[in-house]
Nanobody, 123 residues
Framework: VQLQASGGGSVQAGGSLRLSCEAS????????MGWFRQAPGKEREFVAA????????YYVDFVKARFTISRDTAKNTVYLQMNSLKPEDTAVYYC?????????????????WGQGTLVTVSS
């Protein structure tokens, strides 16, 4: 499975961006697709995830009501709509899949990763 992330950029606080992550390879491998981020000098952290079959969504508390994860199964693509962006959302955002446990908030449980896309939010 290969993941191609896109959609990052620079916005002012309060702005919006939509990240995309297109997966190529067997769809049965997707199971769950997640978004993580890593800010400079900080550890990678979970942002959101979505189950590929039922579309169940999971979020970290500090992005609830601001970020929305969705997927298009026909396009093998997952999206992260980010609204009301804050400077602390500045990070490289990564999509991931190939979850090997039910612990979807733990990055090391994902086998496949995209290359990351940079989001910069200025105040």
């Amino acid at each position: 499975v290969q993941l191609q992330a896109s959609g990052g950029g620079s916005v002012q606080a309060g702005g919006s961006l939509r990240l995309s992550c297109e997966a190529s390879g067997p769809s049965f491998s997707l199971y769950v697709m997640g978004w993580f981020r890593q800010a400079p000098g900080k550890e990678r952290e979970f942002v959101a995830a979505i189950s590929w079959i039922g579309g169940t969504t999971y979020y970290v508390d500090f992005v609830k009501a601001r970020f929305t994860i969705s997927r298009d199964t026909a396009k093998n693509t997952v999206y992260l709509q980010m609204n009301s962006l804050k400077p602390e959302d500045t990070a490289v955002y990564y999509c991931a899949t190939g979850l090997n446990t039910k612990a979807l908030r733990v990055g090391s449980n994902y086998r496949y990763w995209g290359q990351g896309t940079l989001v910069t939010v200025s105040s």
